[in-house]
């Protein structure tokens, strides 16, 4: 069904005020202006005025007339996503915890103070991390079906860092980058500051729609495709090890480098192989350590081509030296010690919990999302607004994320990200109850 005259006027207008091309504070026609400009009666100009303030994007001022918001995205970006207010359940983001991990932190960090190694970490470490540093990794690594020498391991400050000096080193201003049509927002954040030229691929439902991929690349010159093969944020999916194959085979006919991000990849038990590890010639793998352990270390990886670890090291030195030395030598005990993968076994066992609250409370309603991942993507009706359930969900101290930071086409479909990882099961069961009210009463509205 094609979407009512009124719902294409609200989304062009909400396009504009998000992209900053209506700015905050413009006083926005009458409604009478607006029905005679867009040809539509006066209620119906009312009724979008209506829409878009139920949106959080204008405020409409007795006696003044309707005034563009200020959003908190700043204006001319509408990539990243908005931090959820101090009194509100977090849905938003994934900080995943367990209890008792502020414990092994505190031990950690008595066993680091009498190791005789605490000098050392007074001092500036090499670029791309310690040698006794890159083998704990390496050996976590090949744990996870990804078998690396660990001259090939830089250490950097945390996933969003692996990323960030992959495109340093690997890409220029313009060029072209296949992204899913729905991706992390984070590699958006990249994008727009390194200037490159992001092209949508569609998605199906366990990977990039490869037959647009392959099409996109003989049509445009792709130099690198950036793709979340095991457990992809936000939609869940885990690519099939044959999809994986023939995604290598379109990136080597175009000459595209891979960036693998594998940020969520430890919560998929027996993945099929990364894709550095079936290529390693031509991939870049990113990961770490804020999903598995904590957020706040700030401990990533990239695993590079032999070729291009000097440029990944210079663009490290250019950002941050090294990566702090307390933390790095603290994680790779934990590497070492096995309490990595415990973490890793039991976060897994927390998300499958988690997941399996959100199936229950939200039954019936269209999800997306791997049976044992932190988020979950519910879909919502076209003709629904997820701006407006979103902001109604934040009256009610509920913090969610729209389609809009994770869309690279200008196709934001009507979505909802829920963030499942960070608050504790029964607030998680209640937020979710209230979500399911919403969703269904904004349904009939
Ligand atoms: C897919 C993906 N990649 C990278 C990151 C960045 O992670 P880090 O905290 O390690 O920088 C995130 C964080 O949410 C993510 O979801």
């Known amino acids: ?54 949106m959080g994007l204008v405020s409409r001022e007795q006696g003044r007339g309707t005034f563009v918001r200020d959003i908190a995205v700043p204006a001319g970006h509408g990539i990243d996503q908005q931090a959820a207010a101090a009194d509100a359940v977090d849905l938003t983001f994934n900080y995943p915890s367990l209890p008792g991990q502020a414990d092994l932190l505190r031990q950690a960090l ?6 005789g190694e605490v000098d050392a970490l007074l001092r500036y470490q090499p670029h791309r991390g310690r040698p006794q540093d890159r083998a704990s990794i390496a050996r976590h690594l090949g744990r996870r079906g990804l078998s690396v020498d660990a001259d090939r391991v830089l250490v950097v400050n945390g996933a969003q860092h692996g990323l960030a000096v992959t495109v340093m080193a690997a890409l220029d201003a313009g060029d072209v980058v296949a992204v899913d ?35 996109l690349c003989t049509n445009r010159p792709v130099r690198a495709i950036y793709t979340m093969p095991t457990l992809h944020n936000p939609l869940g999916w885990v690519t099939p090890a044959a999809d994986r194959i023939r995604l290598i085979g379109i990136a080597r ?16 038990e027996d993945p099929p192989a990364p894709l550095a590890a079936l290529a390693p010639d031509i991939t870049v793998h990113v990961s770490g350590l804020s999903k598995n352990v904590a957020t706040g270390l700030r401990v990533g990886f990239v695993v590079a081509p032999q070729s291009r670890v000097p ?40 998300a ?12 019936g309603l269209p999800l997306l999302g791997h049976p044992s991942s932190y988020f979950t993507w519910l879909k919502l009706p076209d003709d629904a607004r997820a701006d407006r359930l979103a902001a109604t969900l934040a009256r009610r101290h509920i913090s969610v994320s729209t389609a809009e930071p994770f869309a690279t086409s200008n196709h934001t479909p009507q979505a909802l ?8 099961p029964d607030s998680l069961r209640s937020a979710l109850r209230t979500v399911r009210r919403v969703a269904i009463e904004d349904a009939q509205v």
């Open 1 to 54: 069904m094609a979407p009512q005259r009124y719902k294409i006027l609200v989304d062009a207008l909400a396009a504009d005020i998000r992209s900053g091309r209506l700015a905050a504070g413009v006083r926005l026609p009458t409604h009478r202006a607006l029905a005679a400009r867009e040809g539509i009666a006066v209620v119906t100009a009312t009724r979008v005025y209506a829409e878009l303030d139920a």
């Open 110 to 115: 008595r066993e680091v103070a009498t190791s």
């Open 181 to 215: 049509a729905l991706t992390y927002p984070g590699f958006k954040v990249l994008a727009q500051a390194f200037h490159l030229d992001l092209e949508p691929v569609p998605t199906t439902a366990d990977g990039p729609d490869l037959d647009a991929l392959e099409k």
């Open 253 to 268: 006919r175009c000459g595209a480098l891979i960036i693998e991000d594998a940020a969520y990849a430890y919560l998929v």
């Open 311 to 350: 440029s990944l090291e210079r663009a490290i030195r250019a950002t941050t030296w090294n990566t702090p030395a307390l933390t790095t030598a603290i994680a790779c005990r934990w590497l070492d010690d096995g309490t990595v993968d415990r973490l890793e076994a039991q976060k897994r066992s927390d």
């Open 352 to 363: 499958t919990a988690r997941q399996a609250i959100a199936r229950q409370e939200l039954a």
């Open 417 to 424: 990200r829920l963030a499942l990882g960070s608050t504790d």
